[in-house]
């Protein structure tokens, strides 16, 4: 395996795997000094990139996002920044984990029936399970799981092991193994980035918190069909002294924690 997978046989952190406050040895930490709203200190061999909901459904002409309204490319900005930074990542082995919101059924999901078929859902035919044909002319059923809208955009594929959350709810803890999952690789702080920044990017954020997680939002990795609203979400993180967590841009992790890396080998 690469660098720090070798690094973490040697430097073993010490995790409380049944509390939700997690301690580790000083000197796993490194400092990010360009952090809101303060500097965040974060354990490298302890970290995840997680990369929400970045599929067709939300990002592409046709899917569920277009079909209800909404200016697609208004996200698109963020693909190459993620790129570079989940391109980063794998070289450096730091986790990587992507959610998916995805549907097994109409009847079986969790999502709020009201949203489904009730009061406050889209018009017929722009439903969660209705047929529709994406820009490239592939037909399928909005946010049905492994229909082409629950796929991830090419651009971010998830590739070898990478963990996939399949969620059917706005935070990506919500009646899926993730929490398990990270307490098994001693994960304790998620960079994240994704769509949409106010939605399931927030609802995540949140409840990372409140399950122990340390957090980073990435202001130029996550975006919104409203950039009002993006902006005021990344500033709720981190105010109050981040009473959510921290937010930075992606070429701040890549150049402090590249410049890290090389230092410690
Ligand atoms: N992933 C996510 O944010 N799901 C949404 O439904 N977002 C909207 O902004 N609608």
Redesign the pocket.
């Known amino acids: 395996m690469n660098k720090i997978c070798n690094n973490i046989k040697n430097t073993r952190q010490f995790f409380l795997l049944n509390s939700r406050i997690h301690t580790f040895q000083n000197k796993d930490y490194i400092t990010l000094q360009n952090t809101k709203p303060k500097p965040m200190k974060m354990p490298l061999y302890n970290t995840a990139l997680l990369l ?2 970045m599929q067709h459904d ?1 990002l592409t002409k046709g899917g ?2 277009d079909i ?1 309204g909404n200016d697609v490319t208004k996200l698109h900005h963020i693909i190459p920044n993620l790129q570079n930074l989940l391109n980063f990542s794998r070289n450096n082995g730091l986790e990587v984990i992507h959610t998916i ?1 995805s549907h097994d059924s109409i009847c079986n999901t969790h999502i709020h029936r009201s949203k489904l078929i009730g009061d406050r859902a889209p018009p017929l035919g722009k439903r969660i399970g209705d047929i529709t044909t994406y820009e490239n002319g592939t037909k399928g059923r909005i946010l049905i799981k492994d229909y082409y809208g629950c796929q991830i955009i090419p651009q971010l594929t998830p590739i070898n092991n990478e963990y996939i959350v399949n969620k059917t709810g ?1 935070s990506a803890f919500y009646k899926t193994n993730l929490d398990n999952y990270l307490k098994k690789k001693n994960i304790s702080h998620l960079i994240i980035g ?3 920044t ?4 927030q609802t995540t954020s949140r409840d990372a918190n409140d399950h122990g997680y340390e957090i980073c939002v990435l202001e130029d990795g996550c975006a ?2 409203f950039p009002e609203y993006h902006k005021m979400t990344c500033n709720m993180i981190a105010s109050q002294g981040g009473i959510v967590g921290w937010t930075t841009n992606t070429s701040n992790l890549t150049n402090i924690l590249s410049r890290r890396i090389n230092l410690c080998y």
């Open positions: 929400i909901d939300f569920f996002g209800l919101e706005k994704g769509v949409t106010e939605v399931c990017v919104s069909y």
